[in-house]
């Protein structure tokens, strides 16, 4: 994990120095030049990299590494100078702390990840390991509650597909967005209650397709929720779920977003 680069988009940084991205672009390859007449490797600082724009045009931006965020620190004067290098210093700060806690985290299920603090399990993953289309099926309000999926408590959905640039997530987050247009997933007590109406509504197939769902939930119980003897699923897994509840839950509906 410590050979991961450290970097932060360019887009990003224009944000933080109060610049329009295309000047900051406009400099950073100023800069490139100056070095490359010096002799000195420019990737050190800045590294060319593309991202999506809203209309899914490939655009030029850099990674810049923490040299590099040093360097445009010292082309600022004043307070904006400042400014930005506590900014820089708290990002880098930051990903460090994630790297740090990476090393200490458990080997989770190849089906379980770890996203923006939360572990999730993918509708894909769900989908491929029991048949179970959970889009419109699990989710349909049409069920009665203990038998469908409650948006934003149960499940949730992150991001329009034409906002994403694809690689850079899996190298944020380590694993692949997909190809759906919203990528849906289940918070812990979603895969819970998806294994129950699973269950119900499959009795046969229950323990021969299921089995590596739960023992995934007891893999990342362990040390964390107490487990319930009888089933071998986390007795309170559903009350501790209620802390991943997000302030604002964006579901896509026939391709338009409807915010609660």
């Known amino acids: 994990m410590k050979d991961i680069e450290q970097v932060l988009n360019s887009r990003e ?5 109060d610049k329009e991205h295309k000047n900051l672009v406009r400099d950073i390859r100023r800069y490139i030049t100056q070095l490359g007449r010096s002799k000195i490797e420019p990737s050190a600082f800045f590294i ?37 290098t506590a900014r820089y210093i708290n990002r880098f700060h ?11 985290e458990p080997v989770l299920p ?13 509708f894909r ?15 349909s309000l049409k069920r009665t509650y203990q038998y469908h999926l409650t948006g934003g408590h149960d ?3 992150w991001e329009w597909y034409t906002s994403i640039n694809k690689e850079e997530f899996k190298q944020k987050y380590g694993f692949d967005y997909g190809d759906d247009q919203c990528m849906m997933y289940l918070y812990p007590c979603g895969i819970v209650k998806a294994l129950d109406i699973f269950k119900k509504e499959n009795p046969d197939k229950y323990m021969e397709t299921c ?20 089933t071998g699923i986390p007795a309170s897994i559903n009350e501790t779920c209620m802390e991943d509840i997000p302030v604002q839950v964006k579901i896509f509906v026939n391709g338009k977003t409807v915010i609660f």
């Open 94 to 104: 930051e990903m460090e702390d994630i790297i740090s806690n990476k090393e200490t």
């Open 110 to 122: 190849w089906f379980i990840h770890n996203f923006r603090g939360k572990y999730i399990m993918l």
């Open 13 to 17: 940084v224009a944000e933080m120095v």
């Open 48 to 84: 060319e990299h593309t991202y999506q724009n809203s209309q899914n045009k490939t655009m030029p931006c850099y990674n810049i590494t923490k040299k590099g965020c040093e360097f445009i620190a010292h082309k600022l004067t004043g307070t904006k100078g400042t400014v930005f």
């Open 125 to 139: 993953d769900f989908e491929a390991i029991t048949g179970v289309h959970l889009s419109g099926n699990y989710t």
């Open 211 to 230: 089995t590596m769902i739960t023992s995934g939930l007891k893999q990342l119980a362990a040390g964390r929720i107490p487990k319930k003897q009888e």
């Open 155 to 157: 499940y949730n959905g």
